[in-house]
């Protein structure tokens, strides 16, 4: 196995997520997972296996930012009227009971990180996605490591405050 093969093997799974994650739709998190793979694989300069899953977790989340970019520039001429929905990813569970119990979960977890201010959520995927440190954050979002930290912290509590409103509700 080449090394290539390796590191799709290794960090695709985790790499898919955090783009379904960020995108919240299936075809725009298909063409960010290829094209952060075919920019890493296709890297000019000598890249550390020790290194290259945080090099290709930063290309996506950089990737995601510039095509966010450009749809807002495009939205201004030609408004788009629909929003796509994140597909939960959940384990099977043993029971159709725990599937569905588990899946409702997800979706309301789901909900609550794509409820987050954009500052926020970008934080908390790289954090409990990623694997990402509070330093290689700070670096990635060229952001002093306090703020990060900070918006960690922030987010945390908004999540929990959301989860607790909707427990209330049902």
């Not at 290709?56 to 995601?64: E, Q, S, T």
Request: proline share 4%.
């Amino acid at each position: 196995m080449n090394f290539n093969q390796q590191m799709i093997q290794e960090y695709g799974p985790d790499l898919y997520r955090f783009c379904l994650t960020l995108t919240k739709d299936r075809g725009r998190a298909d063409d960010l997972y290829q094209d952060s793979f075919v920019l890493a694989l296709t890297y000019d300069r000598e890249i550390d296996p020790e290194g290259f899953r945080s090099l290709l977790f930063r290309i996506a989340h950089r990737k995601w930012q510039d095509g966010r970019r450009k749809w807002a520039r495009r939205n201004r001429i030609a408004p788009e009227t629909s929003e796509d929905l994140l597909l939960s990813l959940v384990d099977q569970g043993p029971s159709l009971e725990d599937q569905v119990l588990e899946r409702e979960k997800s979706k309301e977890v789901n909900r609550a990180i794509l409820d987050l201010p954009d500052p926020m959520r970008e934080v908390v995927l790289l954090f409990y996605m990623a694997d990402y440190s509070l330093k290689e954050i700070a670096q990635s979002l060229d952001l002093p490591e306090g703020t990060v930290k900070s918006r960690l912290h922030y987010a945390k509590e908004t999540l929990k405050e959301n989860l607790k409103e909707y427990r209330h509700d049902q």
